[in-house]
Nanobody, 122 residues
Framework: QVQLVESGGGLVQAGGSLRLSCAAS???????MGWFRQAPGKEREFVAA????????STADSVKGRFIISRDNGKNTVYLQMNSLKPEDTAVYYC????????????????WGQGTQVTVSS
C-alpha cells in the first residue's frame, strides 16, 4: 500500500513558477509516477509521467517546455517544476502511481494523492 501526499500548490501570477512535491509513505521505486490535473467542470487530464528509474519521461503537449517532472527514489518523492504558468494551468493537481508510463491513464492508476490546488492569476 502506498499513500501519496501532494504539497506546494498555491496562488501565483501568470509567468511565475511553482514546484509541487509528492511524498509517498511507501517505496515508489516499483512504480512509474505521474501528475494529473483537473479544472472545474473538466475531466481529469494527464500532465506528466516518469519511469521507475527516472530515465524516461512523458509530458502533455499543453505543458511541454514549461513543466518538468523528476523523482528521488531515495526520498520516495516526485516533483513537478512548473514554469511560465498560465491562467489555464489553474486546477487541482494530483500525484499518481502506476505500473508503467504506458499505464499512466486515469483508468489504470494504482494510487492517487488527495490533490493540491494551483491557481494562476492573470
Amino acid at each position: 500500500q502506498v499513500q501519496l501526499v501532494e504539497s506546494g500548490g498555491g496562488l501565483v501570477q501568470a509567468g511565475g513558477s511553482l514546484r509541487l512535491s509528492c511524498a509517498a509513505s511507501g517505496r515508489i521505486s516499483s512504480y512509474a509516477m505521474g501528475w494529473f490535473r483537473q479544472a472545474p467542470g473538466k475531466e481529469r487530464e494527464f500532465v506528466a509521467a516518469i519511469s521507475r528509474s527516472g530515465s524516461g519521461t512523458s509530458t502533455a503537449d499543453s505543458v511541454k517546455g514549461r513543466f518538468i517532472i523528476s523523482r528521488d527514489n531515495g526520498k520516495n518523492t516526485v516533483y513537478l517544476q512548473m514554469n511560465s504558468l498560465k491562467p489555464e494551468d489553474t486546477a487541482v493537481y494530483y500525484c499518481a502511481a502506476s505500473s508503467t508510463i504506458a499505464a499512466m491513464t486515469t483508468m489504470s492508476i494504482s494510487y492517487w494523492g488527495q490533490g493540491t490546488q494551483v491557481t494562476v492569476s492573470s
